[in-house]
C-alpha cells in the first residue's frame, strides 16, 4: 500500500511559508545578532557545558539558514581556543549540512526536480560514485554555496552517508584556519591571524587545483567510455 504524498504545490508552499516564518521567529527571539562578540561573550563563552549545547545548536541552526560556516569557526575558536573550537565547529557545520539537507529532501524535493532536472542531473552526475572524494574537494573551495550545496544534495539521489562525511572531512580545513584566527583574536596574537590567512590561501589553492585534476580525470573517462561504445 503506497502512503500518501503531499502534492508538490503544496509542499512548496510550506517550503516558502516555513522559511519565512523561522526568519521572523529568528528576529522576533532577538537571535539576528547571534554570533557576534558580545553574544558570544554573554552566552557561550566561560558557560561550560551549557555554553558548548548553546553553540553547537546556535551553528547548526545558522549554517543551515546560510550563516557562513567559517564565521561559526572563527567564534569557536574565539571562545573555546583553536582545538575545541575546531571540533565544535566541524561539528556545528556537519549539523547545518544535515538540518538543510533533510529539510530539502523532505519538503522540497519533488518541487526542485521539477523546477531545475538539468542542473540536479549534472550535479549527480558529478558527485556519483566517488560521492566522499568529490563532496571533500568541494568543501575545500574557497568559493561557493556551502547551503545551496547542502540542498541541492538533499534533492538528489547520492548516498547521504558518504555525502555527510564527505563534508566533515572537507569542512575540517577551513575550520582550522578560522578557528586559529578566531584564537589569535583572543589571546592577542597577530602571527596566529597571519598563519591562518596563509593557510587559507594555501588551503584554497590546494583544493581548485586538486578539484580541477579531479573532474579531468573524470571528463576524460567519460570519454574514452564513449569511444569504446562506439568501437
Avoid at 17 to 38: Q, T, Y
Amino acid at each position: 500500500m503506497r502512503k500518501p504524498h503531499l502534492p508538490v504545490w503544496l509542499r512548496g508552499i510550506f517550503l516558502i511559508l516555513s522559511l519565512v516564518g523561522l526568519g521572523l521567529l529568528l528576529k522576533n527571539a532577538g537571535l539576528e545578532h547571534i554570533f557576534e562578540r558580545d553574544w558570544i561573550d554573554e552566552n557561550v563563552r566561560g558557560h561550560g557545558v551549557r555554553g558548548y549545547g548553546l553553540f553547537l545548536a546556535a551553528g547548526a541552526i545558522m549554517t543551515a539558514l546560510g550563516l557562513p560556516r567559517q564565521l561559526v569557526a572563527f567564534f569557536g575558536g574565539y571562545a573555546f581556543g583553536v582545538w575545541l573550537g575546531l571540533l565544535l565547529g566541524a561539528v556545528a557545520a556537519l549539523g547545518g549540512c544535515m538540518l538543510a539537507f533533510y529539510y530539502a529532501r523532505l519538503f522540497g524535493r519533488g518541487l526542485v526536480r521539477r523546477m531545475f532536472p538539468e542542473k540536479l542531473q549534472r550535479f549527480e552526475d558529478f558527485i556519483r560514485g566517488h560521492t566522499f572524494t568529490m563532496t571533500l574537494l568541494v568543501r575545500l573551495l574557497p568559493a561557493g554555496s556551502n547551503l545551496v550545496t547542502n540542498l541541492i544534495a538533499g534533492v538528489s539521489k547520492i548516498p547521504k552517508l558518504h555525502f555527510f562525511a564527505g563534508s566533515f572531512a572537507g569542512y575540517l580545513p577551513q575550520t582550522l584556519i578560522f578557528s586559529l584566527a578566531g584564537s589569535g583574536l583572543t589571546v592577542g596574537s597577530h602571527w596566529q591571524i597571519g598563519l591562518s590567512i596563509v593557510l587559507f590561501i594555501i588551503s584554497g589553492m590546494m583544493g581548485v587545483r586538486l578539484y580541477r585534476q579531479m573532474r579531468h580525470g573524470r571528463s576524460y573517462a567519460r570519454e574514452l567510455e564513449t569511444q569504446d561504445d562506439h568501437q
